[in-house]
């Protein structure tokens, strides 16, 4: 069974950082890509970051580039998204999926597997 | 990137009835469009990928159809469960991904 579970979540300061994990079950990362999806409080879905089954390839939002770096341990089977200069607008539940492609180089991919999400809130 | 809208952001009905959604793409992106489906406090679900292909175990209530620039999803007869709202997504290029602003269903 294909499972998710992301951790990291909590209350930061604007300016600070935080590292979100994502672990996953029942497939091996590098076999798939996988990405993080945001969702702001009451808002819609936001793509963040991506990387693809190789691990040679990431990709991230215009929002979030140069702030955040999305990486992998391949033993842990881990994805984590290291976030730096967090603002009060990247307040939001942090979900990571499972994308069914293995390097987004064929349109029509899509995420199959979701994790519950982890709350990030960026306030002083 | 392509821009995803959706309309109508929210709609009511009841159990029983039929409901359409759509989404319109800024630009032509075949049929690589995805379904979402989230329950309130819920992760997202994928419902349906390539503008048409039911996922399996999704009930075949849902249907989807449309190519190019403009694309439904039908819910032929709503039930308790499918008052949530629900996302496009177009995967017609690499990352960055694009999901549109979403249609909340309501119970009438």
């Known amino acids: 069974e294909v499972q998710l579970l992301e951790s990291g979540g909590g209350l930061v300061q604007p300016g600070g950082s935080l590292r979100l994990s994502c672990a996953a079950s029942?497939?091996?990362?590098?076999?798939?890509?996988t990405s993080w999806v945001r969702q702001a409080p009451g808002k819609g879905l936001e793509w963040v970051s991506g990387?693809?089954?190789?691990?040679?390839?990431?990709y991230y939002a215009d929002s979030v580039k140069g702030r955040f770096t999305l990486s992998r341990d391949n033993s842990k089977n881990t994805l984590y998204l290291q976030m730096h200069s967090l603002r009060a607008e990247d307040t939001a539940v942090y979900y990571c999926?499972?994308?069914?492609?293995?390097?987004?180089?064929?349109?029509?991919?899509?995420?199959?597997?979701w994790g519950q999400g982890t709350l990030v809130t960026v306030s002083s | 990137d392509i821009q995803m809208t959706q309309s109508p952001s929210s709609l009511s009905a009841s159990v029983g009835d039929r409901v359409t959604m759509t989404c319109r793409a800024s630009?032509?992106?075949?049929?690589?469009l995805n379904w979402y489906q989230q329950r309130p406090g819920k992760a997202p679900e994928l419902l349906i990928y390539?503008?048409?292909s039911l996922r399996s175990g999704v009930p075949s209530r849902f249907s989807g159809s449309g190519s190019g620039t403009d694309f439904t999803l039908t819910i032929s007869s709503l039930q308790p469960e499918d008052f949530a709202t629900y996302y496009c997504?177009?995967?017609?290029?690499?990352?960055?991904?694009?999901f549109g602003q979403g249609t909340r269903l309501d119970i009438k």
């Open positions: 029942g497939f091996t990362l590098s076999t798939y890509a």
């Open positions: 990387i693809s089954g190789s691990g040679d390839s990431t």
């Open positions: 630009q032509s992106i075949s049929t690589y």
């Open positions: 390539a503008a048409s």
């Open positions: 997504q177009q995967t017609y290029t690499a990352p960055p991904i694009t």
């Open positions: 999926a499972k994308d069914h492609t293995y390097n987004y180089a064929t349109s029509g991919y899509y995420s199959d597997y």
